[in-house]
T-cell receptor, first 114, second 116 residues
Framework: AQSVTQLDSQVPVFEEAPVELRCNYS??????LFWYVQYPNQGLQLLLK??????LVKGINGFEAEFNKSQTSFHLRKPSVHISDTAEYFC????????????FGKGTKLTVNP | DGGITQSPKYLFRKEGQNVTLSCEQN?????MYWYRQDPGQGLRLIYY???????QKGDIAEGYSVSREKKESFPLTVTSAQKNPTAFYLC???????????????FGEGSRLTVL
């Protein structure tokens, strides 16, 4: 079955600390991978995406993610977070050759404390 | 500025009433989507449309209806048959379907529906 799992529903960190938000997927076909961010009471905006090529992808606001095919993971990282990074982060996967839908994880709420 | 406009931002409804949420885009995108967001549930797909006058059910279409009479517009009606309609509704569009080379979705700012 094709699925997306975000392992942590909430991640609290202190300002300037590094953070990793985890995303794993299950698929027997090729995938496209995305991370979106949602600030309170707003829509989602794209942080970064992996379609092909280099497995290390850099996005906006200093975030990056690494595609690991053998571990079926696409974890999001930032070396030093700011208060303004407090938001909910969603991993999403497009399964190629199958259903024409983007499947979202349930989200990880990142809270950056001073 | 190109983007997606959803209205109203907040909406209150009495039980038994139908309500229509508006979604307009000026990005010239072919595909449009409606998602429902509940706390801790992520985003669940209600309906999507690839082209004008054509749309498909998503994972939770029961109690909802849509139309796509114009490329830029994709309104969602929450009917009285929807048993638990209180939620945050997000409209999105994309150049093509997620299986296409782009796959990126552009989202509106959402409409929060509360049933009293």
């Amino acid at each position: 079955a094709q699925s997306v799992t975000q392992l942590d529903s909430q991640v609290p960190v202190f300002e300037e600390a590094p953070v990793e938000l985890r995303c794993n997927y299950s698929s027997s076909v090729s995938v496209y991978l995305f991370w979106y961010v949602q600030y309170p009471n707003q829509g989602l905006q794209l942080l970064l995406k992996y379609l092909s090529g280099s497995t290390l992808v850099k996005g906006i606001n200093g975030f990056e993610a690494e595609f690991n095919k053998s571990q079926t993971s696409f974890h999001l990282r930032k070396p030093s977070v700011h208060i303004s990074d407090t938001a909910e982060y969603f991993c999403a996967v497009s399964f190629q050759g199958g259903s024409e839908k983007l499947v979202f994880g349930k989200g990880t709420k990142l809270t950056v404390n001073p | 500025d190109g983007g997606i406009t959803q209205s109203p931002k907040y909406l209150f409804r009495k039980e038994g009433q139908n309500v229509t949420l508006s979604c307009e885009q000026n990005l010239n995108h072919d595909a449009m989507y409606w998602y429902r967001q509940d706390p801790g549930q992520g985003l669940r797909l209600i309906y999507y449309s690839q082209i004008v006058n054509d749309f498909q059910k998503g994972d939770i279409a029961e109690g909802y209806s849509v139309s796509r009479e114009k490329k830029e517009s994709f309104p969602l009606t929450v009917t009285s048959a929807q048993k638990n309609p209180t939620a945050f509704y997000l409209c999105a569009s994309s150049i093509d379907l997620p299986t296409g080379a782009s796959g990126e979705l552009f989202f509106g700012e959402g409409s929060r529906l509360t049933v009293l």
